[in-house]
């Protein structure tokens, strides 16, 4: 890992369709995708709900307060009312622990 990495948790305590909250330069949301981690940046882009409180459908989480779905591996939103992406990160699991680091700027 080249750049300052996160630690989110054990991949065996985030169930499957959970999210863990870390802080890296925001608050991110660490998604476990039947099995795939992901991580989001934790606030819509519409009006800042936080997604980690969202609903898990696939590789989407529909946000908890008006249900604009982000695809969790680009972080575009599938229609509105959010328009804009959300940012992504970069997650590594090594030795069955999960590590979340800053997008290359
Ligand atoms: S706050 Fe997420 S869609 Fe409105």
Known sequence: MTRAA???GRAA???EGAA????????VAVFNVAGEFL??????????????????????VECPL???????????PSGPPAVRPVRTYPVVV???SVFVTRPAP
């Open 6 to 8: 996160v630690f989110a």
């Open 13 to 15: 305590d985030i169930p």
């Open 20 to 27: 863990v909250v870390v802080e890296l330069d925001a608050r």
């Open 39 to 60: 991580a989001v940046e934790d606030r819509c882009s519409h009006q800042e709900a936080f997604l980690s409180k969202g609903f898990v459908d696939g590789r989407t």
């Open 66 to 76: 008006h249900a604009s779905c982000f695809d969790l591996r680009t972080g575009r």
């Open 94 to 96: 090594r030795d069955g």
